[in-house]
């Protein structure tokens, strides 16, 4: 059965439009995408310089939420994505936020993403897709 899920995407390095639209291309294969979110230009939160492009896609996937975390780490691997410190600047970041009504509360992975609401550079774009979800944990609309 389809769940319906909702993903960040952020790149604050090299051709910041080029690695959201490779990410998104890499989603496809993923989830079924139905709406992508314009491209925000956002100030870094917790983390240093350069300024970040930002968005959102939400789509429906059959896949559960760690196997597709999972695939969405492979993603941002196969797009150069290096770990090194937290907060360190990257080529591309991708996001596992919502995932239907799932609650999922482990050490290696938290949905709804613990500091989603609190962070404009996603809550902007998903303003702009007007989803009417609910958020799981809390009931509210998001």
């Avoid at 080529?91 to 290696?108: E, G, W």
């Amino acid at each position: 059965m389809s769940s319906s899920v909702l993903i960040a995407l952020g790149s604050n390095l090299g051709d910041r439009a080029l690695f959201l639209r490779r990410a998104i291309r890499e989603l496809r294969h993923v989830i079924h995408v139905v709406r992508v979110s314009t491209f925000i230009e956002t100030d870094p939160v917790d983390a240093p310089p350069p300024k970040y492009l930002n968005a959102v896609v939400a789509g429906y996937t059959d896949l559960q939420p760690r196997p597709l975390l999972e695939a969405l780490h492979a993603i941002e691997t196969r797009l150069g994505r290096r770990r090194t410190t937290r907060n360190a600047p990257r080529v591309i970041d991708v996001d596992l936020i919502l995932h239907s009504a799932n609650l999922v509360r482990t050490r290696s992975l938290t949905v709804p993403h613990p500091r989603y609401l609190g962070r404009e550079f996603v809550r902007a774009p998903m303003r702009e897709l007007q989803l009417g979800w609910r958020d799981p944990a809390t009931g509210d609309n998001v």
